[in-house]
């Protein structure tokens, strides 16, 4: 995924999206899984190399197991099909967009709509709304269940970053937090927090374009290029004055206010003192007019 450079920084290697758009690949859809960094269910041709009436139940199968293990998926090809030609969606059209959201799919994608139909803007603002009002009905039954089995498959550390992901979602859903904030250099703490679905933004500073572009593919994760001249690759940064730059730089945007309560979320590197390479950790707190001395 990502490789310390001679820079201190990140070399990241392409993404691999894979496209599910025949039977051969539905029947090794969790080999395919395995090997990749996210999925495209192109139900268009798939709707050709299988029956038709198992198009939504495969769609499903595939958002599912993309949801269990934090990768993101996409749900593409046909879903506001008539709008290449009317301004309007079908009723079909608009429950068959909803009906994605619902189920888990991180991204809906236009394509004929944008290309070569007569409406594209109108087809972008009608899918906008209908992903919205399902986002609201998602957000209001979300339980948050714990996968002890994906757990148990991750490594130590990762481990460690998915409780501390957990626990933040789970927080956010009970102290009406406005949002979780994650200092992340490769995406890591970002994608954690992103794969148990949170109810509120996932605010995700880095310090490479790269990263956040990959990053805007997850459900609810708003990557943000933190612009400062503290190096988060010096282990002399200190880590608090990280957050406490997130912070501001998201009350100048607009994202946050003073009495926002907000939880973060990051990896700190252990000093020479420290008894261990690092720790992941979550804080709860409320914004305030200067800095996080006050706290």
């Known amino acids: 995924r990502a490789n310390d450079d001679n820079n201190g920084g990140y070399r990241l290697r392409p993404l691999v999206i894979s496209k599910i758009e025949s039977k051969e690949g539905v029947d090794n859809f969790a080999e395919i899984l395995k090997e990749s960094d996210g999925i495209m269910v192109a139900r268009g041709d798939l709707g050709v190399e299988i029956p038709y009436s198992h198009v939504f139940r495969e769609q499903k199968r595939m958002v599912e197991m993309c949801n269990a293990v934090g990768k993101p998926v996409i749900v593409a090809t046909q879903m506001l099909d008539s709008m290449q030609r009317n301004p309007r969606p079908t009723r079909a059209e608009v429950t068959d967009v909803g009906t994605a959201v619902l189920d888990g799919t991180d991204a809906v994608m236009l394509s004929g709509e944008t290309a070569a139909g007569k409406y594209p803007i109108e087809s972008i603002n009608a899918m906008a709304t209908v992903v919205t009002q399902a986002d609201l009905i998602n957000d209001s039954k979300r339980d948050l269940a714990w996968d002890a089995e994906l757990h148990s498959e991750l490594s130590g550390a990762d481990q460690e970053l998915n409780a501390v992901a957990h626990a933040a979602c789970r927080t956010a859903l009970r102290m009406n937090v406005k949002?979780?904030?994650?200092?992340?250099?490769?995406?890591?703490?970002?994608?954690?927090?992103?794969?148990?679905?949170?109810?509120?933004?996932?605010?995700?500073?880095?310090?490479?374009?790269?990263?956040?572009?990959?990053?805007?593919?997850?459900?609810?994760?708003?990557?943000?290029?933190?612009?400062?001249?503290?190096?988060?690759?010096?282990?002399?940064?200190?880590?608090?004055?990280?957050?406490?730059?997130?912070?501001?730089?998201?009350?100048?945007?607009?994202?946050?206010?003073?009495?926002?309560?907000?939880?973060?979320?990051?990896?700190?590197?252990?000093?020479?003192?420290?008894?261990?390479?690092?720790?992941?950790?979550?804080r709860v707190m409320t914004v305030c007019e200067t800095s996080f001395d006050e706290f």
């Open 179 to 282: 949002m979780i904030l994650t200092i992340t250099m490769s995406g890591r703490c970002a994608k954690a927090v992103a794969r148990h679905r949170p109810t509120v933004p996932v605010l995700a500073f880095c310090k490479d374009a790269q990263v956040g572009r990959r990053l805007s593919l997850h459900r609810g994760v708003y990557p943000i290029i933190l612009r400062s001249t503290l190096d988060p690759f010096c282990k002399n940064t200190r880590l608090g004055d990280l957050r406490a730059e997130a912070v501001r730089t998201a009350k100048e945007l607009g994202y946050l206010k003073k009495g926002d309560r907000i939880i973060t979320v990051d990896r700190s590197v252990g000093k020479d003192h420290d008894k261990h390479a690092y720790s992941h950790n979550m």
